[in-house]
């Protein structure tokens, strides 16, 4: 593998990996059903989130580079009304990151640039391209996490206790 070659499958994989424990750090404090909770009647619950990672990546690379066979039901991702326990959720999201960053390591310098194509996905010509975009793409509903997590343990914390924000001194 060439300098360059080795230089981006670490730093993808490097990413890919941040997306994992950041995904971890922000899920840890919610329960299940803080999970499936949708705070805004307009957007996703970061349950359903995580089930459109897992099938995004687990498709474009796992199915179109890796040769997994896996099946995609992409409406299914934001629709699925079984409320999966959180730790199998993580643990489907964890196996797709997995399978992506091992098939990081398995490209060539030749490899980054082979032809590449996938339903839903005309930008994306060769291999470097949608590991790219599948990064970005995560990244990008790892923010929408961030601020639904936000909300789901703001609710929480209000539902516990509504004076913890009230200053309470004694004469």
Not at 96 to 116: C, F, L
Not at 136 to 144: I, K, N, T
């Amino acid at each position: 593998m060439s300098d360059l070659s080795s230089t981006v499958a670490s730093a993808l994989a490097d990413h890919y990996e941040m997306i994992r424990s950041k995904v971890h750090e922000l899920v840890e404090p919610l329960s299940t059903e803080q999970l499936w909770r949708r705070p805004y009647s307009y957007g996703n619950s970061v349950g359903h989130l995580l089930l459109h990672l897992t099938g995004n990546l687990n498709y474009y690379i796992g199915a179109r580079i890796a040769a997994t066979g896996y099946v995609r039901d992409r409406d299914r991702e934001f629709t699925e009304a079984e409320q999966r326990a959180k730790e199998k959720v993580l643990a489907d999201f964890d196996r797709a990151i997995a399978m992506v960053i091992a098939n990081i390591g398995k490209q060539s310098a030749e490899d980054w640039s082979s032809a590449y194509s996938a339903e839903r996905e005309p930008e994306s010509k060769d291999r470097f391209s949608i590991l790219l975009r599948c990064a970005s793409h995560a990244y990008h509903h790892v923010g929408q996490m961030i601020y639904l997590c936000k909300e789901m343990t703001k609710t929480a914390s209000a539902t516990r206790d509504p004076f913890s924000s009230l200053s309470t001194k004694t004469a």
